[in-house]
């Protein structure tokens, strides 16, 4: 496919299909169990409906959107994923430098395939090439290392390199089933003439083929607590995003807890079955603990793929929306080009939606902006 012909964000799913190793395609497009969770991310989105209003005047659109301090050109930001260097040699730097020339923040993954600051020098690199004028900024994603001096020391390097907040993964307690990947383990030892093949865990996971299908040792801690997140609060002293909560019990231990924000999420529909989507998560908290949008801020991400869908989430109180897929299948088919087209589709979509709906600036977006009852009343 010619880039010219990707005119959505999910328009780039075929076009990595079609260039990248199988075992890398399965392992990006996989899902856990049956793909419910995976599904209902997609679908839910779409169960929304705008209410938009008219003759309000639209002529100077600012998508301008602050997590954390940190202003950005647009309200969605690069979720964490690891193996980038399957989809591209370019991997974590070529992301940084194409999602810094749009004005994007990034979350780099632990499970990078290039150290945190080889990126970090590539994402001010391209700062400097723009003259400063960049307002993205780069996060990090840590998996807590189960050894607490290693963490420490990581969480270090990381404050060090100048990331400007620190987002902890806490739905990993384990990996998630990812049939897609069994079947194709299964498959391959087949083809290898071995008649009974015993699982080995290790080869599908998060830290995936860049580790050669292993899992960074003494990663994934099923051990983590609440009670961890003082001494990680202590070392990293700057802002902590909790990410993969879902459910509004956990959003209130959050605030409990003094985090400064949340990202709602099921990890792509890759971790627990039936997951719900960060919709229905949102939602709930709507509902249930409406005081925690004054808190803290709450991020979403999980089958985003149109600028439509970003606006919705925030109009139902999101700060902010993570986009997963779309950039590493983007990468995958067109390098450093696909990832600024895949953030200039989603752009143009929030921009054409915005002035649709009647918002000038992302500050007006209302409850009152979308009906829910479709998923509030099933
Ligand atoms: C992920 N995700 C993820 N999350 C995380 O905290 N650390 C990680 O290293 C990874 N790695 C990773 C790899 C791949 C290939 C995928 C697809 C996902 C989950 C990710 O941050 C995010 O929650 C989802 O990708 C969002 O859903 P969509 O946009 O992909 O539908």
């Given at each position: ?139 990090f994603?840590l998996y807590v290392p189960i050894d607490r001096t290693k963490a420490k020391s990581l969480i270090q390097r990381v404050k ?6 620190l987002?902890v993964t806490v ?50 801690d099923?051990g983590l607590t609440w009670e961890d997140l003082a001494w990680i609060s202590r070392e990293w002293n700057g802002p902590v995003v909790l ?11 959050a605030?409990?807890h003094g985090v400064q ?118």
């Amino acid at each position: 496919t010619h880039l010219a012909l990707c005119c959505t964000a999910e328009d780039f799913q075929a076009a990595a299909k079609a260039v990248l190793p199988n075992k890398s395609w399965v392992y990006v497009s996989s899902s856990a169990n049956s793909g419910a969770s995976l599904d209902s991310n997609l679908n839910d989105w779409s169960l929304i409906n705008f209410r938009p209003r008219i003759m309000r005047s639209v002529s100077a659109l600012n998508t301008k959107c602050s997590i954390l301090g940190q202003t950005g050109q647009y309200p969605f930001f690069v979720s964490a994923m690891g193996t980038l260097g399957n989809a591209h040699p370019g991997a974590e730097p070529l992301l940084a430098r194409g999602a810094t020339r749009k004005g994007l923040h990034t979350v780099i993954s632990t499970a990078t395939s290039k150290s945190l600051e080889d990126i970090m020098d590539a994402h001010l690199d391209e700062q400097q090439r723009l003259k400063n004028q960049s307002p993205s900024k780069l996060f990090f994603q840590l998996y807590v290392p189960i050894d607490r001096t290693k963490a420490k020391s990581l969480i270090q390097r990381v404050k060090a390199a100048g990331y400007q907040s620190l987002w902890v993964t806490v739905d990993t307690s384990t990996l998630g089933k990812r049939t897609a990947d069994r079947y194709l383990q299964a498959q391959e030892a087949l083809d290898q003439g071995v008649r009974e093949t015993t699982r080995d865990p290790a080869a599908e996971n998060d830290f995936g083929p860049a580790f050669g299908g292993r899992p960074v040792p003494g990663y994934l801690d099923p051990g983590l607590t609440w009670e961890d997140l003082a001494w990680i609060s202590r070392e990293w002293n700057g802002p902590v995003v909790l990410k993969g909560i879902q459910t509004v019990e956990d959003v209130r231990l959050a605030v409990q807890h003094g985090v400064q924000g949340v990202l709602l999420s099921n990890h792509g529909g890759r971790q627990i079955h039936s997951a719900p989507s960060a919709l229905m998560t949102l939602l709930e908290i709507r509902t249930y603990y409406p005081e925690a949008f004054d808190k803290l801020e709450i991020y979403v991400d999980g089958g985003l793929r149109d600028g439509a869908d970003v606006l919705k989430a925030l109009c139902l109180g999101a700060t902010a929306v993570g986009v997963g897929r779309p950039y590493y299948y983007a990468m995958a088919a067109y390098g450093l080009e696909g990832v600024e087209r895949c953030t200039d589709i989603i752009a143009e979509e929030l921009e054409i939606t915005m002035k649709m709906l009647g918002v000038s600036s992302l500050d007006q977006l209302r409850p009152e902006m979308v009906n829910a009852t479709r998923l509030l009343n099933e």
